[in-house]
């Protein structure tokens, strides 16, 4: 059969479907007033309405009318609006009046539960929705910490702001249920409590005593996150059935919440003190030269990355001198990006620093390095580097010893603008029993640079296409241009050049790790004019 549209008329259970998952109720009844189709939504709202019985109260009461009429039935607020709807038949449509507080509720929590990643302040959000769509006073209670202390947050509705403070955890137990709920138990009817003697630091000052009492276990993850107590004044009517669901609702959101919140602050708190040690070290001062460094990780990344620089100063020896060794600087990548590469570069500036302890020469010290790394249990333990071992020599020169595995050549800035790559090379560490290495020193005359950098320079994809390698040309080009510069602003502009490139194609470029670290010879309170 066809429709004026020429489509088919929907088949009878696609038809039943739709009117099953309304949330309106909607009866049919037949010329003769007798139900002939009742959704879900109608059933609940009016429980003895049947398909095969006569409509009954309120329905039969409500004449046919645009706007329909309001009737309280079984203690709710029910909008019901009666429709002709051809051949002798009607149709109801019924509106659950309270269920629209309920909706505002549920969307309203939502959205101030969530907005917040800290324990506290989705505490304070849980208060303030008790306290404006249940209760007249609404307290969460935190767990007691190990110095056997509650912090309680605290709203009043009508009143603008909370309190907040800390209670013994003894004093749980001057609240009916409390102990229990923030065990994680519910004690008592639906959380119900008698509000009689409840303690005076309970509700708030000038509340008067409390009619009505709801205390509520907070749900976390495998362990509670709390507890929420709501109370209403003297006079008020007591917590109905809807009240009650909703306040459990409000219980499940808010301990999830704070839960989230918590293990976000303890998982950050981690985070912190575990990427401490792989963050880049604050370059210190040392007598005739100067040191500066720029390390960007990939934005896949984030803050830390496979690239990595330090610098290792003597140790004091036991009689209070100073141990014959020179700063030892250096910089490397490993294999891989993130927070796993950033574990193993951890792990080899840690091993240098022991390593230190016996063996002061760069080459020897890579020797002993690759084999750290062929011990290592982690799979592609690959690593490049430079060392670099600073000496100040007469002239305010500076010799530069440096071995270098697997890692791009220094770059030497000159005092008459001339780039030049350092002859040192040697293979990369973790892949080979034995590495070959080609050590050099270098000399710095005062104001010279000597440039360690890593292959997330060079190797930047950018520029106008977007496909084009940064290269080594340009990077030498680059430094040149930096020619009496102070030695943190050489690095800026390196790092900045390096930045330009990737952004210059369509969309960005493509984006690795990024170390530059330069070792400039003299002091730099007074630059050079070249």
């Not at 038809?15 to 879900?40: K, Q």
């Not at 309280?72 to 009607?90: N, S």
């Not at 609404?138 to 190990?146: D, K, S």
């Not at 000597?450 to 520029?463: K, M």
Request: proline share 8%; net charge negative; aromatic share 4%.
């Amino acid at each position: 059969m066809k429709g004026a549209t020429g489509s088919a008329d929907p088949a009878p259970d696609l038809v039943a479907a739709l009117l099953a998952g309304s949330g309106e109720g909607i009866v049919l009844c037949d010329a003769g007033g007798v139900v002939t189709l009742a959704n879900a939504a109608a059933v609940r709202l009016v429980p003895r309405v049947e398909p095969g019985l006569p409509a009954p109260a309120p329905l039969d009461s409500v004449p046919s009318a645009p706007e329909g009429r309001t009737v309280i039935h079984g203690g709710r607020a029910i909008r019901i609006r009666a429709e002709a709807v051809g051949e002798g038949r009607f149709a109801w449509y019924l509106t659950d009046l309270n269920a629209a507080p309920r909706t505002d509720f549920l969307l309203e929590a939502g959205r101030r539960l969530s907005a917040s990643l800290n324990p506290h302040r989705c505490a304070r959000a849980a208060t303030e929705l008790g306290a404006d769509f249940l209760c007249d006073m609404a307290i969460v209670l935190l767990p007691p910490t190990a110095r056997r202390r509650m912090e309680w947050v605290r709203a009043v509705s009508g009143r603008y702001g909370q309190e907040e403070g800390t209670l013994p955890a003894a004093a749980a137990a001057e609240v009916p249920g409390l102990t229990d709920a923030l065990a994680g138990l519910r004690h008592g009817a639906a959380g119900q409590q008698d509000p009689g003697g409840v303690p005076d630091w309970l509700l708030p000052e000038g509340f008067g005593p409390a009619g009505h009492l709801l205390v509520l276990p907070l749900p976390g993850n495998g362990v509670p996150a709390g507890a929420i107590v709501l109370a209403r004044r003297a006079g008020r009517s007591p917590f109905d059935d809807d009240d009650q669901v909703m306040a459990r609702d409000l219980a499940t959101r808010a301990g999830a919440a704070i839960s989230a919140a918590s293990l976000f602050r303890e998982q950050s708190t981690i985070n912190t003190i575990l990427t401490g040690d792989l963050l880049p070290p604050d370059l210190p001062e040392i007598e005739g030269m100067r040191l500066a460094g720029r390390l960007r990780a990939s934005q896949q990344a984030g803050a830390i990355g496979g690239d990595f620089y330090d610098v290792y100063l003597p140790d004091a020896a036991p009689d209070g001198g100073i141990v014959e060794r020179p700063p030892l600087v250096i910089l490397g990548d490993v294999c891989g990006k993130g927070a796993r590469a950033a574990v193993l570069a951890g792990q080899v500036r840690h091993s240098l620093r022991t390593l230190l302890l016996l063996e002061s020469r760069p080459d020897r010290l890579l020797e002993l390095l690759n084999r750290s790394l062929l011990a290592s249990p982690s799979p592609n333990s690959y690593v490049t580097m430079i060392l670099a071992a600073l000496r100040t020599a007469p002239g305010d020169h500076v010799l530069v010893d440096l071995a270098v595995a697997g890692h791009p050549p220094p770059l030497v800035l000159r005092r008459d603008g001339t780039v030049e790559e350092v002859a040192v090379r040697g293979s990369i560490l973790g892949a080979l029993k034995k590495i070959s290495l080609w050590p050099g020193t270098l000399d710095l005359a005062p104001g010279e640079v000597c440039l360690l950098y890593s292959d997330g320079i060079t190797e930047a994809f950018g520029g106008p296409s977007g496909r084009e390698m940064f290269g080594e040309e340009r990077l030498k080009e680059a430094l040149a241009t930096c020619g009496g510069m102070p030695v943190e602003a050489l690095v800026e502009r390196l790092e900045q050049l390096s930045t330009e490139w990737l952004g210059g194609g369509p969309g960005g470029g493509q984006q690795d790790d990024r170390a530059l670290l330069a070792v400039r010879a003299g002091t730099g309170r007074t630059e050079t004019s070249w």
